[in-house]
Protein backbone atom coordinates (compact mmCIF):
# COMPACT_ATOMS: atom_id res chain seq x y z
CA UNK A 1 0.00 0.00 0.00
CA UNK A 2 2.83 2.69 -0.76
CA UNK A 3 1.69 5.60 -2.27
CA UNK A 4 4.77 7.42 -3.93
CA UNK A 5 5.43 10.83 -4.88
CA UNK A 6 8.83 11.98 -7.15
CA UNK A 7 10.13 15.74 -7.59
CA UNK A 8 12.70 16.31 -10.18
CA UNK A 9 13.40 19.30 -12.59
CA UNK A 10 11.43 19.24 -15.43
CA UNK A 11 13.04 18.69 -18.65
CA UNK A 12 12.11 14.65 -18.73
CA UNK A 13 10.58 13.02 -21.49
CA UNK A 14 7.37 10.93 -20.95
CA UNK A 15 9.40 7.66 -22.01
CA UNK A 16 12.42 8.72 -19.01
CA UNK A 17 9.19 9.18 -16.41
CA UNK A 18 7.77 5.96 -17.59
CA UNK A 19 11.22 4.05 -16.76
CA UNK A 20 11.52 6.31 -13.44
CA UNK A 21 8.54 5.29 -12.25
CA UNK A 22 8.46 1.66 -13.16
CA UNK A 23 11.99 1.09 -11.90
CA UNK A 24 10.60 2.46 -8.48
CA UNK A 25 7.50 -0.05 -8.36
CA UNK A 26 9.90 -2.82 -9.70
CA UNK A 27 12.37 -2.42 -7.15
CA UNK A 28 9.26 -2.22 -3.98
CA UNK A 29 7.78 -5.00 -5.60
CA UNK A 30 10.92 -6.91 -5.41
CA UNK A 31 12.77 -5.50 -1.79
CA UNK A 32 9.54 -5.04 0.03
CA UNK A 33 6.68 -7.07 -1.40
CA UNK A 34 4.76 -5.14 -2.93
CA UNK A 35 2.01 -6.57 -5.18
CA UNK A 36 2.27 -5.59 -8.68
CA UNK A 37 -0.97 -3.62 -9.03
CA UNK A 38 -0.34 -1.60 -5.98
CA UNK A 39 0.99 1.04 -8.01
CA UNK A 40 0.10 4.56 -6.93
CA UNK A 41 2.47 7.60 -7.99
CA UNK A 42 2.88 11.16 -8.61
CA UNK A 43 5.90 12.71 -10.28
CA UNK A 44 6.15 16.61 -9.96
CA UNK A 45 8.49 18.26 -12.54
CA UNK A 46 9.87 21.58 -11.09
CA UNK A 47 11.39 24.97 -12.39
CA UNK A 48 14.79 25.41 -11.37
CA UNK A 49 13.72 28.39 -9.18
CA UNK A 50 11.62 25.63 -7.43
CA UNK A 51 14.13 22.83 -6.35
CA UNK A 52 17.10 23.39 -4.05
CA UNK A 53 19.67 20.73 -2.85
CA UNK A 54 22.98 20.92 -1.55
CA UNK A 55 25.40 19.55 -4.06
CA UNK A 56 27.86 17.57 -1.80
CA UNK A 57 26.08 17.04 2.10
CA UNK A 58 27.29 14.31 3.59
CA UNK A 59 30.23 14.09 0.87
CA UNK A 60 27.34 12.69 -1.52
CA UNK A 61 27.75 14.82 -4.98
CA UNK A 62 24.35 15.58 -6.52
CA UNK A 63 23.93 17.06 -9.85
CA UNK A 64 20.83 18.37 -11.08
CA UNK A 65 19.55 15.42 -12.19
CA UNK A 66 18.32 14.76 -8.54
CA UNK A 67 15.61 12.95 -7.82
CA UNK A 68 13.60 13.26 -4.39
CA UNK A 69 11.56 10.39 -3.78
CA UNK A 70 8.62 10.25 -0.83
CA UNK A 71 7.49 7.05 0.01
CA UNK A 72 4.25 6.72 2.60
CA UNK A 73 4.25 3.07 3.72
CA UNK A 74 3.50 0.69 6.52
CA UNK A 75 6.17 0.08 8.94
CA UNK A 76 8.76 -2.07 8.10
CA UNK A 77 11.63 -3.69 9.68
CA UNK A 78 15.10 -1.77 8.47
CA UNK A 79 16.97 -4.51 6.94
CA UNK A 80 13.58 -4.47 3.95
CA UNK A 81 14.27 -0.14 4.08
CA UNK A 82 17.56 -0.51 3.57
CA UNK A 83 17.08 -3.04 0.56
CA UNK A 84 14.39 -0.93 -0.62
CA UNK A 85 16.92 1.71 -1.09
CA UNK A 86 19.41 0.27 -2.67
CA UNK A 87 17.10 -1.99 -5.40
CA UNK A 88 15.83 1.68 -5.98
CA UNK A 89 19.26 3.27 -6.69
CA UNK A 90 20.05 0.43 -8.75
CA UNK A 91 17.20 -0.26 -10.66
CA UNK A 92 16.88 3.63 -11.83
CA UNK A 93 20.95 3.27 -12.48
CA UNK A 94 20.17 0.79 -15.04
CA UNK A 95 17.15 1.59 -16.12
CA UNK A 96 17.20 5.02 -16.10
CA UNK A 97 20.09 6.12 -16.18
CA UNK A 98 19.95 8.00 -13.23
CA UNK A 99 23.25 8.60 -10.88
CA UNK A 100 22.61 6.51 -7.47
CA UNK A 101 24.53 9.73 -6.20
CA UNK A 102 21.43 11.93 -7.38
CA UNK A 103 18.17 9.23 -5.09
CA UNK A 104 17.53 10.97 -2.32
CA UNK A 105 14.73 8.76 -0.86
CA UNK A 106 12.61 9.67 2.61
CA UNK A 107 10.31 6.58 3.93
CA UNK A 108 7.31 7.80 5.95
CA UNK A 109 5.64 5.03 7.75
CA UNK A 110 1.86 5.01 9.41
CA UNK A 111 -0.49 2.75 10.05
CA UNK A 112 -3.38 1.09 8.01
CA UNK A 113 -6.73 2.95 9.18
CA UNK A 114 -4.63 6.36 7.62
CA UNK A 115 -5.40 5.10 4.14
CA UNK A 116 -8.62 5.58 2.26
CA UNK A 117 -8.27 3.75 -1.55
CA UNK A 118 -12.18 5.09 -2.00
CA UNK A 119 -15.82 5.50 -1.10
CA UNK A 120 -14.49 7.38 1.95
CA UNK A 121 -14.18 4.02 3.66
CA UNK A 122 -10.57 2.68 5.38
CA UNK A 123 -10.35 -0.29 3.71
CA UNK A 124 -7.48 -1.92 5.56
CA UNK A 125 -8.69 -1.11 8.85
CA UNK A 126 -12.33 -2.46 8.09
CA UNK A 127 -10.37 -5.34 7.24
CA UNK A 128 -8.79 -5.70 10.41
CA UNK A 129 -12.06 -5.27 12.45
CA UNK A 130 -13.57 -8.03 10.58
CA UNK A 131 -11.57 -10.83 11.41
Known amino acids: MPFVR ?12 RRISR ?14 DDYFQVITQHDEEEFFFDPSYM ?5 KD ?5 ITMKERP ?3 KLALYQRIAERLQK ?14 ENVKENWSFGNG ?3 LASVERER
Open 78 to 80: IEK
Open 59 to 63: NIKRT
Open 95 to 108: NAGIRQEDVMIIAA
Open 23 to 36: SVHQAMTEAIDVPE
Open 6 to 17: MDLLKGRSKEEL
Open 121 to 123: TAQ
Open 66 to 70: LIYIH
